[in-house]
């Protein structure tokens, strides 16, 4: 760990008040040593990953952590607090503070490493030093494990084989008797620092109750599976995940814990004691040969399959809208640049596998259009595949792909898409509830569910529904086709506030989903619907850098920080750089530019404004029609948000003041108190 932290990189007196102003203090260390190369991407890529989910830690540990292109090295800063901030953690203010950068393409040996602290942060005794050291050399030393003896390799072994060191394991084997025996896996969406706290935090309460606790970590630092025979010989199985636990099928049959991983970290033995209940009573978890089971919700979740069905409906389909995007944007951005190049027209030449030349700027044009569309091509399959992959995992892969390209050929597009993945999971799940015997459990997965299920699936789409949702598909293009007026700008105002309300969350990519789908199959009204929703999604970062910078001593230090990256983030369509703001103050941010998108989408929709890249923001420009309305669309769109959002928070300064003077004296000279 020796090139992940040096004395340069500690702070044994932060100073910060704020996450976001800890976040900074440290970074700027990391910028320094040249481990950061940009400040501000940087922190919007940290803050980003705290928007997903806190990482205080009970104890008094705060890890922000995140993967990013701007980080050149691995590498671990390490910040003190007498004060404590607020990390989010149950317990209360943290008071040692990581901050953990991965480069994006990060190598193992150093995710291993990184994983390893992760652990060494459930030990007390290697807290207490920390809290403990003076001198920067001295905890930087004792953070790479320098000071260490050979008993963290012992701890490290001992979770594996718990049985064998620990008293009332051993005394329970002496009796006779087999230890209870628990397989758990960890994972969290980094995969950097929780899914290694949850094992270690799981596996020593495991020691301290004699049972037998063997974690798959799914984590940035390999995927190893667990031996088949130990998920055999296991009594109960806990899952701590914010991500999708992989090849769930091998722990069908055995009574199941099924949370979110802060809870691993945060309450172990809770767990381990309800898996024990679970195995006494012999509830046996609903996970069948490939698993129909999905992610938990949060870090006491259930999981998702006992949410409302409006809850898993969405995780399907986001599940298989975010598999398409990848697709979308590499496809839509070729074929945008292919017009760039060679002008609309070139979407009918020649195959260039039959007619290419080197030095024509036809070819490659035709060329990029060309490979854009084959890209295209897989948009419906895709998203079918993985709507039905979301529903019950990889034997729903080959029906929803087949739906989804019998959807293309019969002419249902999107829509047949949606229906052909929920078609083809809920095929799959009804499958895997039949009972098998055991001799065909191992190729149910591999060969008889997709066969039927294709079968199923692909009658379905060719003679049932297929053509009639053709038939509503077609409509929709016409009605789109024929918008015009007032139609129009309410649909843009839809658009627009479904972008900007959460501003990446579910809402927000139902309304991008619903644009690109028409991309598959571009008309004149599906191209005005992807010029409205880029627009309206562009507002949120650049009202907040505009409010930030007309308005300063409405926002603190760190959104004026903020503002400066949003710039950037709003002119590249990523409505997400608004967040930091809408999680400090959502009642006055959320609705402001809320009225800003929704204005953005009406105009835009009103002035004809046609887009036929899926992404870029104002780097796409070219490709826009009707291009200096368009801009002026965003730019309404951004002041309207703005001046809300200066209005809002200057209220909300000004109140207090009121209240402050009016509460001095009043008129007979008594004590007056207002409401502010």
Not at 126 to 153: H, I, K, N, Q, S
Not at 161 to 187: C, H, L, W
Not at 383 to 412: C, E, H, K, Q
Not at 476 to 492: E, K, P, Q
Request: hydrophobic share 50%; glycine share 12%.
């Amino acid at each position: 760990m020796s090139e992940l932290i040096t004395a340069e990189l500690v702070d044994l007196d932060l100073s910060a008040a704020t996450k976001d102003a800890a976040a900074r203090s440290l970074a700027e260390r990391m910028v320094a040593a040249h481990r950061v190369t940009d400040l501000d991407g940087f922190l919007a890529d940290v803050a980003a990953r705290e928007a997903q989910m806190p990482t205080g830690l009970d104890g008094g540990i705060g890890i922000p952590h995140c993967r990013s292109e701007h980080v050149n090295a691995p590498t671990l800063a390490f910040g003190r607090s007498a004060a404590g901030i607020d990390f989010g953690a149950a317990d209360g203010p943290a008071d040692l503070i990581f901050l953990i950068a991965a480069p994006a393409g990060a190598d193992d040996d150093h995710l291993t490493i990184l994983s390893g602290l992760a652990r060494r942060l459930m030990d007390p005794e290697f807290t207490a030093a920390l809290r403990a050291g003076t001198d920067p050399a001295a905890v930087a030393a004792l953070v790479r494990g320098e000071e260490a003896t050979e008993e963290p390799a012992a701890e490290e072994e001992r979770a594996k084989q718990p049985q064998d060191t620990e008293p009332e394991a051993e005394a329970a084997e002496g009796a006779g008797s087999a230890p209870f025996r628990i397989v758990a896996v960890t994972s969290c969406p980094t995969g950097i620092a929780h899914t290694y706290m949850a094992a270690e935090s799981l596996a020593a309460a495991g020691r301290a109750e004699g049972v037998e606790v063997t974690v798959e970590t799914q984590g940035s630092a390999g995927f190893k599976k667990l031996d088949p025979g130990v998920i055999a010989a296991a009594d109960a199985v806990i899952w701590a995940h914010d991500v999708e636990v992989r090849e769930k099928a091998r722990f069908r049959g055995k009574p199941l814990v099924d949370v979110g991983v802060k809870a691993g970290i945060n309450r172990p033995a809770e767990l381990i004691a309800e898996a024990r209940r679970k195995a006494e009573h012999g509830e046996v978890a609903a996970v069948s040969e490939a698993d129909g089971g999905r992610d938990s919700g949060g870090e006491d979740g259930s999981g998702a399959d006992h949410a409302h069905f409006g809850v898993r409906l969405r995780t399907y389909l986001m599940s298989g809208v975010s598999y398409m995007v990848p697709f979308v944007a590499a496809g839509g951005l070729l074929i945008a640049l292919s017009f760039a190049i060679g002008g609309y027209e070139i979407a009918s030449a020649k195959s260039v596998a039959d007619h290419f030349v080197w030095g024509e700027a036809d070819s490659w044009a035709a060329l990029l259009n060309q490979i854009g569309s084959a890209a295209f091509g897989f948009l419906v399959p895709v998203l079918a595949g993985y709507i039905a992959y979301g529903m019950a995992d990889r034997p729903a892969l080959v029906p929803g792909f087949v739906g989804g390209s019998i959807a293309l050929t019969v002419n249902a597009g999107f829509l047949g898409g949606l229906v052909a993945g929920l078609l083809a999971g809920a095929v799959v799940m009804a499958i895997q509830r039949v009972p098998v015997h055991a001799t065909l459990r191992g190729i149910m997965p591999v060969l008889v569910i997709p066969l039927i299920a294709s079968a199923v699936v692909g009658f379905l789409m060719f003679i049932v529904v297929g053509k009639p949702i053709a038939s509503l598909q077609n409509a929709l293009t016409d009605w789109l086709n024929g918008l015009s007026g007032s139609n129009a700008v309410i649909l843009g105002v839809v658009l627009g506030l479904m972008m900007c309300f959460d501003m990446g969350g579910p809402l927000n990519k139902v309304a991008y989903a619903f644009a690109v789908g028409g991309l598959a199959d571009p008309t004149d009204g599906s191209l005005k619907v992807m010029a409205a929703v880029m627009a309206a999604g562009m507002v949120p970062p650049l009202a907040m850098a505009l409010a930030t910078t007309v308005r300063k001593k409405l926002f603190t230090k760190t959104e004026r920080e903020n503002g400066r990256a949003a710039w950037v983030l709003g002119a590249s369509f990523i409505t997400e750089g608004a967040i930091p703001f809408a999680a400090a103050d959502p009642l006055r941010v959320i609705p402001s530019v809320m009225a800003g998108g929704a204005v953005t989408g009406a105009l835009s929709m009103a002035f004809g404004a046609t887009l036929r890249a899926p992404h870029g923001g104002v780097f796409v420009v070219p490709l826009i029609g009707e291009p200096f309305l368009y801009l002026l669309a965003i730019a309404a769109g951004t002041l309207v948000a703005t001046a809300l959002v200066v209005l809002l928070k200057g209220a909300r300064r000004a109140a207090p003041d009121a209240a402050g003077e009016a509460g001095a004296a009043g008129s007979d000279g008594s004590r007056v108190t207002v409401a502010a």
